[in-house]
Nanobody, 123 residues
């Protein structure tokens, strides 16, 4: 069974940091691009960041540029999202998603999704 499991969410104060993990089971991440999306209450889901299967290409949404860093450890079959300088506007459920090889901002192009992890940033 193909599965992604997010972890690392929680409650943090403004300016704090969290590191989210996205662990895969049932398949190897080596050939998968992994994206992070988030959805805040009452808002549409938005793309946050993505890393290609090789790790050679990464991209970030404008609101998180310079604060978030995506990385992957294929040996651990895990992708990470380091989030620094967190702001209340970052509060959302964060999801990771997988698709073959290359990144896209189109959420429906991702065929495997995790269950999400809650990130709450207090002001």
């Amino acid at each position: 069974q193909l599965q992604l499991v997010e972890s690392g969410g929680g409650l943090v104060q403004r300016g704090g940091s969290l590191r989210l993990s996205c662990a895969a089971s049932g398949f190897t991440l080596e050939s998968a691009a992994i994206a992070w999306f988030r959805q805040a209450p009452g808002k549409e889901r938005e793309g946050v960041s993505c890393i290609s299967s090789s790790g050679g290409s990464t991209n970030y949404a404008d609101p998180v540029k310079g604060r978030f860093t995506i990385s992957r450890d294929n040996a651990k079959n895990t992708v990470y999202l380091q989030m620094n300088s967190l702001e209340p506007e970052d509060t959302a459920v964060y999801y990771c998603a997988a698709r073959p090889y290359s990144c896209t901002v189109v959420a429906r192009a991702y065929n495997t999704w995790g269950q999400g992890t809650q990130v709450t940033v207090a002001s």
